[in-house]
């Protein structure tokens, strides 16, 4: 009866499908986790004199073993998420043609990708047994037998194993042969876009690579066979399987919604009624942060915490700057020094050049009806959202700035001037003309609010292939470190956090201390 329902389900599913939307999107993170997964492999590969003294059984500072396990994270995080891309595709047929070839492009680049750079993985790592060892263990960022599982599922691809013996990996076997076969019924297509074009010479180079080192590395019969040798050897099965359970039930879950557009910020945790009540608490210019357990967006950066945005209000709350006198003075000067007819913050920034567009669009309804109250940055760019776009989520937390409304207009205003602006896919911070979401908020509160302290130790502002980042959770470990270890003058004050409750499948309003807590959460659901 189950596996009626649950066919009755998928069926459902399969009916109606993601929209050309959510395609173009999965385009994007496609492009984006491919691209920067083939970086982290090289960046492991460089890490390879450590590598080599862990295997003289020479002892790793802590830095060392550090810089391994969080090269090793984010390569993890990487191949979650295209596992879950290509299964969102599998066995999925779209209406539109070219959706149809944007999609099996998706999945067939997408399993050469993990396919080619497991096998680099494996081969690097062949007779480093150590270091199988390190990469196996339990980690807040990768859970135990992360390594084990790579091979597993990439060696499955070739070999039938003997009755009776399991070979298990978090995720399911991608089959490259069976890929290419559909590959040349939908793939071969003439794309317009960028993108899609990048994506394409991607899945070309890939495949010269499978050809020439993936296939022959795995179809060695004596590779497999010590595959299987590491898997029996290895102590922590039930640990392992019942991770394997856990991503299973994720990965089904994820796979359905997004699959249905409905899902996207609609179908979650916390309600459009929450959220209302939740507004009540906030003024212009808090800091928000936000998670949805299924999203695939922002895999690049560590941390439970994925996207930041800054609360403007709707005009009438945001007009209520205006009133008070520092800002009202502060505004008018500059409105007379620079011979603009306004008076006053608001009318400042409608007259302003580098911000009248931006407040014209502001001023606009969001698609979905609702009032635009916030300033985000996403794959689609700088832009204003509703809470019933950005709120919707299965977590959402609001720290407020300890400055003046002045400064806190002042912050607004600059975040305007970034309006329009693209997203930045290299995730640098120090560049200035396209922004991630987390530095739309830290350029905005530039000498307001500080986040870049400490880059050598990764302190917020951390290293990411060669730039430098702030990951979203790194707002939060500021928070942390000034609020409960004191270790200088606090700059951001708790407002308010819906916690989502999986098992009860709603949100709920949570204590401070367990927002705080938050901070050691690890990203990916089936973890916790």
């Not at 263990?137 to 990768?142: G, T, V």
């Not at 394997?244 to 609609?266: C, E, M, P």
């Not at 945005?309 to 005009?315: K, L």
């Not at 007379?336 to 302003?352: A, E, K, P, V």
């Amino acid at each position: 009866m189950k596996r009626f329902f649950y066919g009755i389900l998928l069926s459902f599913c399969l009916a109606f499908g993601a929209s050309a939307s959510t395609v173009k999107r999965d385009v994007k993170i496609a492009y984006q986790n491919i691209t920067n997964l083939n970086l982290l492999v090289d960046e492991f590969q460089k890490l390879t004199p450590l590598l080599d003294k862990l295997e003289k059984n020479l002892k790793l500072s802590p830095s060392e073993t550090f810089k391994i396990k969080r090269v090793w994270g984010r390569i993890f995080d990487m191949r979650v998420t295209l596992n879950a891309l290509f299964q969102t595709y599998a066995d999925y047929k779209l209406k539109d043609a070219e959706d149809n070839s944007k999609a099996s492009l998706i999945k067939y680049t997408s399993t050469l990708a993990l396919v080619n750079s497991g096998v680099k993985l494996s081969k690097l790592l062949w007779k480093m047994p150590r270091t199988h060892k390190l990469l196996n263990e339990l980690h807040r960022s990768y859970p135990v037998g992360s390594l084990v599982s790579l091979e597993n599922q990439i060696f499955k691809m070739y070999h039938i194993l003997p009755m009776g013996e399991q070979l298990p990996s978090f995720f399911p076997t991608v089959n490259i042969e069976q890929q290419a076969m559909e590959f040349t019924k939908h793939g071969f297509a003439s794309f317009e876009s960028d993108i899609d074009r990048k994506l394409q010479n991607i899945q070309l180079r890939e495949s010269k690579i499978f050809k020439t080192i993936g296939r022959p590395f795995l179809k060695s019969m004596s590779n497999n066979w010590e595959v299987r040798r590491r898997y029996n050897r290895f102590r922590f099965k039930r640990l392992f399987t019942d991770i394997v359970t856990k991503v299973s039930t994720w990965l089904g879950d994820t796979k359905i919604k997004r699959r249905n557009d409905d899902y996207y910020n609609g179908k979650t945790y916390i309600t459009l009624k929450q959220a209302k009540e939740f507004e009540q608490l906030l003024e212009p210019g808090d800091i928000m942060i936000s998670r949805t357990n299924w999203f695939l967006s922002n895999a690049f950066l560590p941390g439970f915490w994925p996207h930041s945005f800054i609360y403007i209000g709707n005009v009438h709350k945001l007009k209520q700057l205006d009133e008070l006198q520092e800002v009202k003075e502060h505004y008018a000067s500059r409105c007379f020094s620079l011979n603009l007819q306004c008076d006053s913050f608001t009318s400042f920034l409608s007259s302003y050049k580098y911000t009248a567009n931006a407040f014209k669009q502001y001023l606009k309804k969001a698609k979905d009806g609702h009032e635009k109250v916030l300033i985000e940055a996403t794959s689609d760019g700088v832009h204003f959202s509703s809470i019933r776009h950005t709120f919707l989520n299965d977590f959402l937390a609001a720290m407020r700035p300890k400055t003046s409304p002045l400064k806190k207009a002042k912050a607004i205003e600059k975040s305007m001037n970034f309006y329009g602006l693209p997203y930045d896919f290299d995730f640098d911070f120090d560049t200035h003309s396209s922004l991630v979401c987390s530095e739309v908020v830290a350029k905005s509160f530039t000498n307001i609010v500080n986040f870049d302290y400490d880059r050598k130790n990764a302190l917020y502002v951390e290293e990411y292939l060669n730039r430098y980042s702030l990951p979203v959770i790194g707002i939060l470990k500021k928070m942390v470190d000034e609020n409960i270890h004191h270790q200088r003058e606090s700059e951001l004050e708790f407002v308010g956090f819906l916690k989502g409750v999986p098992e009860k499948k709603m949100a709920i309003l949570a204590e401070e201390n367990e927002f705080y807590e938050s901070v050691e959460w690890p990203k990916w659901s089936f973890m916790q």
